[in-house]
């Protein structure tokens, strides 16, 4: 994982191990999903006290990570030939 993403948590007994901040029992997707929808960040921070701008911040970081894209490059397999029985 990135040295930048260091609030972004995984634990299989918080939330089934999916990505949370800081061990907390909020979601990555959660945070996302209000930042999405147009919620202000002042906004997620008085609903969730708990958090602070860094960790909303870590979130947009995380799903800009997992959205980066990759190329991958695929060797050509060689066409198999038919036979022809008779």
Same mark, same amino acid.
């Given at each position: 994982? #990135?040295? !930048? %993403? +260091? &609030?972004?948590? /995984? +634990?299989?007994k918080?939330?089934?191990?999916?990505?949370?901040i &800081?061990?907390?029992?909020?979601?990555? *997707?959660?945070i %996302?999903? #209000?930042?999405?929808?147009g919620?202000?960040?002042q906004e997620? %921070?008085?609903?969730y006290p708990d958090?602070?701008?860094? +960790?909303?911040? !870590?979130c #947009? /970081?995380?799903?800009?990570? %997992?959205?980066?894209? &990759?190329?991958?490059p695929i060797?050509k397999? !060689?066409e #198999?030939q &038919? /036979? *022809? /029985?008779q």
């Open positions: 994982m #990135l040295k !930048q %993403l +260091d &609030r972004i948590t /995984f +634990d299989p918080i939330m089934t191990g999916k990505a949370c &800081r061990g907390m029992r909020i979601p990555v *997707s959660l %996302l999903n #209000l930042v999405a929808n919620k202000p960040n997620i %921070l008085e609903e958090l602070e701008l860094e +960790d909303i911040k !870590q #947009l /970081f995380y799903a800009a990570w %997992l959205a980066e894209e &990759r190329v991958i060797e397999k !060689q #198999l &038919r /036979f *022809s /029985f």
